[in-house]
């Protein structure tokens, strides 16, 4: 089962949770899932983000493809996925269009009313405590069986 994965913030630094959050997400995605699709987002620091989270992982890198381009290309690629994860963006917002399952990890909102207008339909992570442990436990408990 493929499983589509983006770890980019828009440039909201607030959205993204403290190392080492993705690295462990990445892991625990890897552990139920045959192979994961990983979105490297605009390049820079976001790309090396995500190398390093890939690297750390203890995935085996042949079970993880990386995509790098533009965003149409990678919506194609969550629209035929198994289940999508990512923080806030807008990958959550084309798995809830297509109907491809979802754990939207929603952290960083200025406001109640603003999770509340913007959270896509399926599962969504409030992230109030952002104890990378926590988080991490959650997606963890709503992750569906591989199938």
Request: charged content about 20%; proline content about 7%.
């Amino acid at each position: 089962a493929r499983v589509a994965v983006s770890l980019g913030v828009g440039n909201n630094p607030a959205k993204r949770l403290p190392d080492p959050f993705e690295e462990q997400l990445i892991g625990l995605l890897g552990a139920r899932f045959g192979s994961l699709w990983i979105d490297r987002g605009a390049g820079g620091e976001e790309a090396a983000r995500v190398d390093r989270a890939i690297a750390r992982s203890g995935v085996p890198r042949e079970r993880i493809r990386t995509w790098e381009g533009g965003f149409a290309g990678f919506a194609s690629i969550i629209s035929r996925a198994a289940l999508y994860v990512g923080y806030d963006s807008a990958g959550q917002h084309v798995a809830a269009a297509t109907g491809v399952p979802l754990i939207s990890i929603f952290a960083g909102f200025p406001s109640p009313r603003m999770f509340h207008r913007w959270r896509p339909a399926g599962c969504v992570i409030r992230v109030d405590d952002r104890d990378p442990a926590r988080v991490l436990a959650e997606v963890a408990r709503t992750l569906p069986a591989a199938p």
